[in-house]
């Protein structure tokens, strides 16, 4: 096994540079054993100037060749070689890794040493490659991060209509109540937060603020007290007060105790008698 000149260490055959070190081994001859001399044969006096095995000067007298160890004296000398092309860091005969590999083997074992230059693979323990002298611990640069899109700034959503004012607790209801056929208008009584509206009963003691007695409030059925008119947030509502025919805003008959909203000339009707409501 050939031995490094640096760090002098044992290398396998074949390896181009030391696998502790890193040092080139080019110039180490690999150990040969000569051959032992025939006795019959003794061992010539004159010898080739050059090696007839790699060509390198020999000194006259030496049994072997102190570049490359072959035999001298029993081979015919030749003629010096020419200029050797240069040698690429992998072998001509494999082709160039299409992507660099990974340090180790992805397989199932993953225990596998592989060179992160030429892909050959490693001893276990190497520092060096011994076919193109990268250090083992050598990683191949990382990929750029994608640079990342920015995100817009958010707009703000366009602030919707203002709210209606509310009118204030307490406020009074202002409006009037006008009959069909007769146009006779009916004022609600001021300062009052709650208008009710029905027919006048001096005997049970009812008075309503609208009184329909004189407006067909007998015969059309209307009670005593049959609705209430008032106001909550912004918005004037009538409630059925449990009357016996019913009240109704624009032919719609209202539920007793659920208030519903009463807009300016909206038709409203007691029992069969009909108004229009105005603000």
């Known amino acids: 096994m050939p031995v490094c000149p640096n760090c002098g260490s044992q290398q396998p055959d074949g ?6 070190c890193g040092a080139a081994l080019g110039e180490i001859a690999p150990s040969v054993v000569p051959p032992a ?13 050059t090696c007839p095995v790699c060509g390198a000067p020999i ?18 000398p030749i003629s010096p070689p020419q200029a050797a092309a240069p040698v690429p860091p992998y072998s001509a005969a494999a082709p160039a890794p299409a992507q660099t590999p990974p340090p180790y083997g992805g397989g199932q074992g993953g225990g596998v ?21 990268t250090p083992v611990g050598a990683a191949a640069p990382s990929p750029p991060l994608p640079t990342p899109t920015p995100t817009p700034p958010v707009q703000p959503l366009p602030a919707g209509p203002a709210p209606l004012p509310a009118y204030p607790v307490g406020t009074a209801v202002q409006g009037r109540l ?23 009963d001096p005997v049970s003691g009812v008075f309503p603020d609208v009184d329909l007695t ?28 449990n009357s016996t025919n019913y009240t109704y805003v624009n032919q719609q008959r209202l539920t007793p105790g659920q208030p519903h909203p ?3 000339g909206d038709e409203v009707r007691f029992g069969r008698v009909k108004l229009n409501f105005f603000a």
């Open 214 to 241: 004189d407006h067909g409030g007998d015969e059309g059925g209307v009670s005593r007290k049959h609705a209430r008119i008032f106001i909550q947030g912004t918005q004037v509502f009538i409630e059925d007060l």
């Open 59 to 76: 000194t006259p007298g030496e049994p072997f060749c102190e570049n490359c160890g072959a035999a001298l004296g029993a081979a015919a």
């Open 15 to 20: 390896a181009a540079f030391c696998d502790e």
């Open 37 to 49: 001399a025939p006795p019959a044969q003794p061992i010539p006096t004159t010898v080739a100037a």
């Open 113 to 133: 040493l592989v060179c992160s230059s030429c892909g050959a693979q490693l001893e276990p323990g190497s520092a060096f490659c011994d076919m193109c002298g």
């Open 178 to 200: 006008v009959v069909q056929g007769t146009n006779a208008t009916l004022p609600f009584p001021p300062g009052k937060t709650e208008i009710v509206v029905g027919r006048e």
């Open 262 to 264: 009463l807009n300016s």
